[in-house]
């Protein structure tokens, strides 16, 4: 069935290193979204991506999708302690729907 | 302007309990969701609905019933409450196909349920 595997589970920076997380399908997709979940929050939106080999950036954050439209992945710079969150990718296989299959989440905690 | 409201927003249930997790929008969307929440399992799509009158299931829709009643309102029942279904739940929507433009799913903020 159609899923997305995202690593790592967890992540321990201290404030100002950079984070990176990967987002991985087995088939294409049609677009790739990420959010952001703060700890006792719900899912916030942060970005789409529609475009094989798409870059885009918000302050310290870059979003990529991959050139085969399978993977995607998140790239923090110099993390702050308002990055500590769970980042989740979301996958569409396109359809006439446009349900998301999420990924399990990548855990962010950063230490001052 | 509420966006996606939920409720309730804590709830326990005994084994065998029936209840019914009420969602509603008022941004004129056309697609909701629901998933569930757990530790180390990311979130799971138990049932959408693309638009009023139609309804699919998810990943996980075993258990669960949904309803659309309009267009604002789509709620997800549990007719006999389990242990499994210990979970947070959250209700999504969003206005048309995600494929143009730079925006995605608007969540409530969930419903935490505990069945014992």
């Known amino acids: 069935g159609q899923q997305v595997m995202q690593i790592p589970q967890y992540q321990h920076v201290q404030e100002g290193e950079d984070f990176t997380t990967y987002c991985n399908s087995s088939t294409t997709l049609s677009n790739i979204q990420w959010y952001k979940q703060r700890p006792g929050g719900h899912p916030v939106f942060l970005i789409q991506l529609v475009k094989s080999g798409e870059v885009k950036k918000q302050k310290r954050l870059t979003f990529q999708f991959g050139e085969a439209k399978k993977n995607s992945s998140l790239h923090i710079t110099a993390t702050q302690t308002t990055d500590v969150g769970t980042y989740f990718c979301?996958?569409?296989?396109?359809?006439?729907?446009?349900?998301?299959?999420f990924g399990t989440g990548t855990l962010l905690a950063v230490q001052p | 302007n509420a966006g996606v409201t939920q409720t309730p927003k804590f709830q326990v249930l005994k084994t065998g309990q029936s209840m019914t997790l009420q969602c509603a929008q008022d941004m004129n969307h056309n697609s909701m969701y629901w998933y569930r929440q757990d530790p180390g399992m990311g979130l799971r799509l138990i049932y959408y609905?693309?638009?009023?009158?139609?309804?699919d299931k998810g990943e996980v829709p075993n258990g669960y019933n949904v309803s659309r009643l309009n267009k604002r309102e789509f709620s997800l029942r549990l007719e006999s409450a389990a242990p499994s279904q210990t979970s947070v739940y959250f209700c999504?929507?969003?206005?048309?196909?995600?494929?143009?433009?730079?925006?995605?799913?608007?969540f409530g903020s969930g419903t935490r349920l505990t069945v014992v």
């Open positions: 999504a929507s969003i206005f048309d196909r995600v494929r143009i433009g730079n925006y995605g799913y608007t």
């Open positions: 979301a996958g569409a296989w396109g359809g006439a729907t446009n349900k998301l299959i």
């Open positions: 609905s693309a638009s009023e009158g139609t309804t």
